[in-house]
């Protein structure tokens, strides 16, 4: 079937620490990927994608790139601040599915300053 | 432009009892998704609309879980009657639609449900 693993949290950082939270993922099909983020009290917002193999999704300074050959889309930033503090979910939606999306279970990131 | 709109935000009720929440969604668009999500955990898929069509509903427990969109605008998810263990946040999401993977989804900010 098609899952999602993300590593668990919770993670704490300094501020303009680098970041990485790895996903990885086992898709029947070829999926897009996807980053989304929930700031506390918010509702979750698209924070980056990619839709094929080698692509990289970036925004707000997080970057992440589509590794079909280790089904990888580890998250990154070089310097995380305070504001970077959510619940980060890795996701996948396979073509042909009707967009529907597959979630990890969340990382949640404290950055402290 | 108004994001996704869920009411109400939180809610706690007694088990046994029904409880019903509201989704608006984006304006324009087509496809609307309601999502469980329980603690630490993430966003699971209960139901899909196309327009006013549920055309996903395979994860709904539909013997006690119901939804409508009945002109394909705004949704309504109701439980009758709720158990503890559906205590958790439901999410509701919006997209323009269409057969794409890649089909962004806007989220609301959900509504907490606590079954006492």
């Known amino acids: 079937g098609n899952s999602v693993t993300q590593m668990e949290g919770p993670v704490t950082l300094s501020e303009e620490a680098f970041l990485t939270i790895n996903c990885t993922y086992t898709?029947?099909?070829?999926?897009?990927l996807f980053w989304y983020v929930q700031y506390p009290g918010e509702g979750l917002q698209l924070l980056l994608k990619?839709?094929?193999?080698?692509d990289k999704g970036s925004n707000k300074g997080f970057e992440a790139t589509y590794r079909k050959e280790t089904t990888s889309f580890h998250l990154e930033k070089g310097s995380v601040q305070v504001s970077d503090s959510a619940v980060y979910f890795c996701?996948?939606?396979?073509?042909?599915?009707?967009?529907?999306?597959?979630f990890g279970k969340g990382t949640k990131l404290s950055v402290k300053p | 432009e108004a994001g996704v709109v869920q009411s109400p935000r939180y809610k706690i009720i007694e088990k046994k009892q029904p409880v019903a929440f509201w989704c608006n969604p984006i304006?324009?668009?087509?496809?609307l998704y309601w999502y469980l999500q329980n603690l630490g955990q993430g966003p699971e898929l209960l139901i899909r609309?196309?327009?006013?069509?549920?055309?996903?509903d395979s994860q709904l427990p539909k013997d006690r879980f119901s939804a409508e969109r009945l002109k394909g605008v705004d949704s309504t998810l109701k439980i009758q009657p709720a158990e503890l263990g559906d205590s958790a946040v439901y999410l509701c999401?919006?997209?323009?639609?269409?057969?794409?993977?890649?089909?962004?989804?806007?989220f609301g900010p959900g509504t907490r449900l606590t079954v006492l």
């Open positions: 999401a919006s997209s323009l639609g269409g057969t794409s993977g890649n089909n962004e989804q806007f």
């Open positions: 996701a996948l939606a396979i073509r042909g599915s009707q967009g529907n999306l597959i």
């Open positions: 304006s324009g668009h087509n496809t």
């Open positions: 609309y196309e327009n006013e069509e549920a055309v996903d």
């Open positions: 990619a839709t094929k193999a080698d």
């Open positions: 898709a029947t099909g070829y999926p897009s």
